[in-house]
């Protein structure tokens, strides 16, 4: 039988683009076509697969959405996603459309639809384990596969909000899909993100202090800073949890959970520290 679509992503069909020929979609059959016969399937799972025929430059494989997954229910990155969900219901109409890219499993795009009732949000990842979590994460989250690095799929000025949450970056492409009026939110760790663990597992990707002047200098051709907000806590970390932060990592996959918990050294509080910006287009 195939598939419906869901009603999330029945908002989306006229801001959607074929990824081929830019023309617009039209559903059925369990997928979405375009006039030109480029057909991409509506998944049992809920998302679209519109990154079809071409390998992902990146994203987490099914065990790293997992730790992602079960890290985040636990709360301890709460305080970053309230301060993400406040700065955007700020920055954007009730109303609004959210674009979050590298969207993983939905989890900051949920709480910010929580706090915006009239909003929508879509979500573009290359994983798709992270798109089934994000296609259930609310009843207005809709999910597309899509490579952050190509162009998007996505109609001119189609986005209230640009959310991009720890995920890679495309700045012409933000400033494309953005309406003139509204706001790209970007959030990522500061040096002492995570301190203890990294010092514990040195095989955890370091941050490297010139990241924040790439940001910079990447973005500052698109876009001026609004304003930014540093989010920083202390929160204690039980064994699973620190599996699960170093799990959804890229180290994951040089590391072994067992090693891991075996070693004893894991920290049982751990520094989280964020800076989160809004800009304006230019
Ligand atoms: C550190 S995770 C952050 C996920 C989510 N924003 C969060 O904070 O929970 C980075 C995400 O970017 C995705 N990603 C990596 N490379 C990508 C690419 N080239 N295009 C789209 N998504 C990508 C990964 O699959 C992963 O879900
Ligand atoms: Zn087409």
Not at 48 to 54: A, I, K, P, Q
Not at 78 to 94: F, N, S, T, Y
Not at 188 to 198: C, D, S, W
């Amino acid at each position: 039988m195939p598939v419906s679509l869901s009603p999330a992503l029945e908002p989306f069909l006229d801001l959607l683009r074929c990824p081929t020929c830019r023309t617009a979609l039209h559903p059925g059959h369990g997928a979405l076509r375009c006039p030109a016969g480029h057909t991409f399937d509506i998944a049992r799972h809920g998302y679209v697969s519109l990154l079809t025929g071409t390998r992902a430059t990146s994203g987490d494989d099914a065990a790293m959405a997992r730790a992602r997954d079960r890290f985040l229910s636990t709360g301890s990155y709460g305080p970053i996603r309230q301060a993400v969900a406040r700065l955007a219901a700020d920055a954007m109409p009730e109303q609004g459309t959210v674009l979050d890219v590298g969207c993983g499993t939905g989890y900051y795009l949920a709480g910010l639809l929580d706090q915006l009732p009239g909003a929508r949000g879509l979500g573009l990842d290359t994983s798709v384990r992270a798109l089934r979590s994000t296609a259930r994460a609310h009843e207005r989250a809709a999910a597309v596969t899509w490579d952050v690095f190509r162009p998007f799929p996505l109609a001119d000025q189609m986005a209230d909000l640009v959310l991009d949450v720890f995920a890679p970056r495309n700045p012409s492409e933000f400033h494309r899909v953005l309406r003139p009026t509204g706001r790209l939110v970007v959030v990522r760790p500061t040096g002492r993100h995570l301190a203890e663990l990294r010092g514990q597992v040195p095989a955890l990707v370091t941050i490297d202090p010139a990241k924040e002047q790439r940001l910079f200098t990447a973005l500052a051709p698109f876009f001026e800073t609004s304003h930014t907000q540093q989010v920083e806590y202390a929160t204690s970390l039980t064994r699973t949890q620190a599996l699960d932060l170093v799990g959804m990592t890229p180290s994951a996959r040089h590391l072994n959970r067992a090693d891991l918990a075996g070693n004893g050294l894991l920290p049982d509080q751990v520094t989280v520290s964020v800076l989160a910006t809004a800009y304006r287009p230019r």
